[in-house]
């Protein structure tokens, strides 16, 4: 069974920066497709970010383009998600989700992915 844990949530002012890890146990890390949820109270779950088994080019929502990178380690089984310029309404839960195909197609839907982390909470402060 996949597992995936988050870290580096936290409570930071507008502006400011953070870094999301999610690693990965139970399963062939490498052969994963990654992605980054968030959601937000009262709303449904977002894409964010994903990244192919290959590490290829990885794939933003409008709202992380520029702002956001996103980036795995497979000898760390390990994808992180380093965020820049945040702004209070990327306040949410962010979530790490693995998808066994890990092609570098449909990455943005939640239905595609086949394991999720418990969430780390991120707020922004304005």
């Known amino acids: 069974q996949v597992q995936l844990v988050e870290s580096g949530g936290g409570l930071v002012q507008a502006g400011g920066s953070l870094r999301l890890s999610c690693a990965a146990s139970g399963g062939t890390f490498s052969d994963f497709a990654m992605g980054w949820f968030h959601q937000a109270p009262g709303k449904e779950r977002k894409f964010v970010a994903a990244?192919?088994?290959?590490?290829?080019?990885?794939y933003y929502a409008d709202s992380a383009k520029g702002r956001f990178t996103i980036s795995r380690d497979n000898a760390k089984n390990t994808v992180y998600l380093q965020m820049h310029s945040l702004k209070p309404e990327d306040t949410a839960v962010y979530y790490c989700?693995?998808?066994?195909?890990?092609?570098?197609?449909?990455?943005?839907?939640?239905?595609?992915?086949?394991?999720w982390g418990q969430g780390t909470q991120v707020t922004v402060s304005s």
């Open positions: 989700a693995a998808r066994v195909r890990g092609g570098d197609y449909a990455l943005g839907y939640a239905s595609e992915y086949n394991y």
């Open positions: 990244i192919s088994w290959t590490g290829g080019t990885p």
